[in-house]
T-cell receptor, first 114, second 117 residues
Framework: AQTVTQSQPEMSVQEAETVTLSCTYD???????LFWYKQPPSRQMILVIRQEAYKQQNATENRFSVNFQKAAKSFSLKISDSQLGDAAMYFC???????????FGTGTRLQVFP | GAVVSQHPSWVICKSGTSVKIECRSLDFQATTMFWYRQFPKQSLMLMATSNEGSKATYEQGVEKDKFLINHASLTLSTLTVTSAHPEDSSFYIC?????????????FGPGTRLTVT
């Protein structure tokens, strides 16, 4: 069965600085999708970024980028120029092949200090 | 962007009663809806997947007779917690997708906090 592990329960960063959130996963599938979702204090989950496993190029969305290491089964999220609004819980998620089901990690709470 | 709403946002019920939570897609037709449960400071656990007009598919360990899911239309799914007990207290989140979304993407509702006394 697939698993998703986030080893950092909490992280903090100063405004305008860069922070990296870690995620590792375990799977026997060769083709899959990975995601980072953000859950702000309002609790409504928002998609931050997605990565298709067959693409070697790391996904980028404005200040958010990933470091996808398929062989190592690692999928970290880098947030550049951190803003106060980035403070939230961040969940790494794995999409099970041929379904729409997502498996979530335990989350990392990110605090941003001015 | 697409919006998914949940009602109520917070509900308190007495042990032994049933409570219904609604999940609506406001500006799109949701071919698939998902129900998650989130314990404090923990991850989202998928409870069930429902497609419009068909029975929900429950994840292993989820009691289908306790957590009744009805996906009656392309914009509405309901989760009914029957004979609720204090251990059912949790945060329940629904999500939805339609065919226009990329693989794995879901729109999430804001969640419903259930407290059973």
């Amino acid at each position: 069965a697939q698993t998703v592990t986030q080893s950092q329960p909490e992280m903090s960063v100063q405004e305008a600085e860069t922070v990296t959130l870690s995620c590792t996963y375990d799977t026997s599938e060769s083709d899959y999708y990975l995601f980072w979702y953000k859950q702000p204090p309002s609790r409504q989950m928002i998609l931050v970024i997605r990565q298709e496993a067959y693409k070697q190029q790391n996904a980028t969305e404005n200040r958010f980028s990933v470091n996808f290491q398929k062989a190592a089964k690692s999928f970290s999220l880098k947030i550049s120029d951190s803003q106060l609004g980035d403070a939230a819980m961040y969940f790494c998620a794995y999409k099970i092949y041929n379904t729409d089901k997502l498996i979530f990690g335990t989350g990392t709470r990110l605090q941003v200090f001015p | 962007g697409a919006v998914v709403s949940q009602h109520p946002s917070w509900v308190i019920c007495k042990s032994g009663t049933s409570v219904k939570i609604e999940c609506r897609s406001l500006d799109f037709q949701a071919t698939t809806m998902f129900w998650y449960r989130q314990f404090p400071k923990q991850s989202l656990m998928l409870m069930a997947t429902s497609n419009e007009g068909s029975k929900a598919t429950y994840e292993q360990g989820v009691e289908k007779d306790k957590f009744l899911i009805n996906h009656a239309s392309l914009t509405l799914s309901t989760l009914t917690v029957t004979s609720a007990h204090p251990e059912d207290s949790s945060f329940y989140i629904c999500s939805a997708r339609d065919r226009t979304l990329a693989e794995g993407e879901q729109y999430f509702g804001p969640g419903t906090r259930l407290t059973v006394t």
